[in-house]
Structures are given as structure tokens and as C-alpha cells.
């Protein structure tokens, strides 16, 4: 009877610590994980973090404000899986958006919130310096907006001088936002949609990809509404044409392109 009950204990113990464990080996995502499971990561061999940069900006009447952000930790997810040895930082939500006062650019629509692109700066410094001082050896910026690209190819060009005496560097990777803007374009042109339908905000093409990661933060009875307001009402494009399958075309090109940029950089000589 001591025998079995021992045994019952046993694996009722193992039972209840499965669903913790498979969270854990699943998970890529750093704000998930305890910090003996990210000590644990890095010991085998997850030396690889990928930052993701989102924005808290306007995207028109008909998608959610925190599309940028949405969008760069799902997206960074699932390219963290495609490498195999990476893990995904919080999300970096607040960017440069415009002059607060008198406010330009998206600062005049309500709901964006801007910081100074000196601040910008010197969070991702200070994030990539903490995950440096934690073991990670590869700091990948991906930044969804394009906004503030220069601003990252200065942060990991000043990053890259502090760090040079160790073996620890950051990568900007270029490709993540570049592929928004050309393959997934061009699959979209290669499905009949106008480069008018497309635009260049809040259209079909910004908008689908939005809608293939989470169709919640869309509201498709507001796009007439959005092609008919234009810039007015916060968009630069038509988004009628916007479907979560026409988003999944660059899901794919963003996760492939992108995978394929950091194990190049990754993996070139120091």
C-alpha cells in the first residue's frame, strides 16, 4: 500500500509539472519564460534575441492602434522558431511618431503616442546592453514601421562600437521592414490588387497583414469609410480589398526573407 501511494505521488507530481515544462520549451517569447528558463536557453545555445519594435500610432478608422505592435511580436515568434536558436524580448511599444506639440504626423490623431527619437534610442541601447550583460551574443533589431529605420541602423552602429572588445553584436536587419514594402507588394500586385488598394498606410496591403495575424483589431465595416476619408481620416490607401489571406503572403515572405537575413549575419565572421 506505501508502495502505491508512493508511486500515485510520483506521478501526480510529474503529471502536474508537464503543462509548466512544455509551456516553457515552447515559448520563445522572453516576458514568458522564468529566468532560470532563460538562464536555461542560453546554456543551450539560445544566444540569439530578437528585439522587436512596434509603434502606438493612428492606422485609420477601421484597424487598432496597436497594430505595429501586434505585428512585430507575432511575427518575431514565429521567426524565432524558423531559426531555432533565438528568443523574442518584449516588444519595444512607443517610438518616434511626430512632434507632440504642435503635433505632426500621426500625433494628430488621437491615441498615438510619441517619445523623442534620442529616447528611442536609448531604450533599445540600454535593452540590448542588459541582454548583452545576460549571456545573449546576437542582438537582432526588427523594426515594423518605417519610421524610424535610420534610427535603428545608428543604434546598432553605436552598439556594435561599445562591443566590439567582446564577442557580442547587434545585427539591424533591414529585410524585415524591406520585405513589407517589395515581395509582399509585389505578391499582392501578382493578385490583382492596385498599387491605389495597396497604398502606403492603413490600405489592403497593411491591412491584410494585420488581419492574418488577428482579424479582432480590423473593423471591415469602417473601410469604406477609410477609402472614402483618406489621410483625413488616417489612411493612405483603400483597404476594401484587405483579407487575412492576402496578409498571409507576407507573413511567409517576412518569416522567410527574414530568417534567411539573420542566419547570414549571424553566421558571418566576427
Known amino acids: 500500500m506505501l508502495k502505491s501511494s508512493w508511486l500515485a505521488a510520483m506521478l501526480w507530481l510529474v503529471c502536474m509539472g508537464v503543462p509548466a515544462l512544455a509551456h516553457a520549451q515552447s515559448s520563445v517569447y522572453v516576458e514568458e519564460l522564468t ?12 544566444t540569439t534575441v530578437l528585439i522587436p519594435i512596434g509603434g502606438t500610432e493612428q492606422n485609420g478608422p477601421h484597424m487598432a492602434i496597436g497594430k505595429h505592435n501586434i505585428r512585430a ?34 500625433m494628430g490623431f488621437a491615441g498615438t503616442i510619441s517619445i523623442s527619437e534620442d529616447t528611442f534610442k536609448n531604450i533599445l541601447l540600454g535593452t540590448a546592453r542588459s541582454l548583452k550583460k545576460h549571456g545573449f ?15 535603428l541602423a ?29 515581395a509582399y507588394l509585389d505578391a ?17 496591403a497593411d491591412t491584410s497583414l494585420l488581419m492574418a495575424i488577428d482579424s479582432t483589431l480590423v473593423r471591415p465595416e469602417r473601410f469604406a469609410d477609410a477609402a472614402r476619408g483618406g489621410w483625413k481620416s488616417g489612411t493612405l490607401g483603400d483597404p476594401r480589398a484587405s483579407s487575412a489571406a492576402l496578409g498571409q503572403l507576407g507573413v511567409d ?10 542566419k547570414k549575419a549571424t553566421t558571418a565572421p566576427r
Not at 80 to 85: F, I, K, Q, R
Not at 143 to 150: E, L, R, T
Not at 162 to 177: F, G, Q, T, W
Open 188 to 204: 499582392l500586385k501578382a493578385k490583382g490588387l492596385t498599387t491605389a488598394e495597396i497604398g502606403t498606410h492603413a490600405g489592403s
Open 253 to 262: 515572405a517576412v518569416v522567410k526573407i527574414t530568417t534567411d537575413a539573420i
Open 35 to 46: 529566468t532560470q528558463e532563460v538562464s536555461a536557453a542560453l546554456r543551450a545555445g539560445k
Open 137 to 151: 551574443v546576437d542582438v537582432v533589431l526588427l523594426g515594423d514601421s518605417g519610421n524610424y529605420q535610420k534610427a
Open 154 to 182: 545608428a543604434v546598432a552602429a553605436q552598439f556594435n562600437r561599445e562591443a566590439a572588445a567582446s564577442n557580442a553584436r547587434m545585427h539591424y536587419v533591414a529585410d524585415y521592414y524591406r520585405t513589407t514594402q517589395t
Open 73 to 106: 511580436k507575432a511575427l518575431a515568434g514565429k521567426i524565432a522558431l524558423s531559426l531555432g536558436n533565438a528568443l523574442v524580448a518584449p516588444v519595444l511599444n512607443y517610438t518616434p511618431e511626430g512632434n507632440i506639440d504642435p503635433p505632426t504626423e500621426h
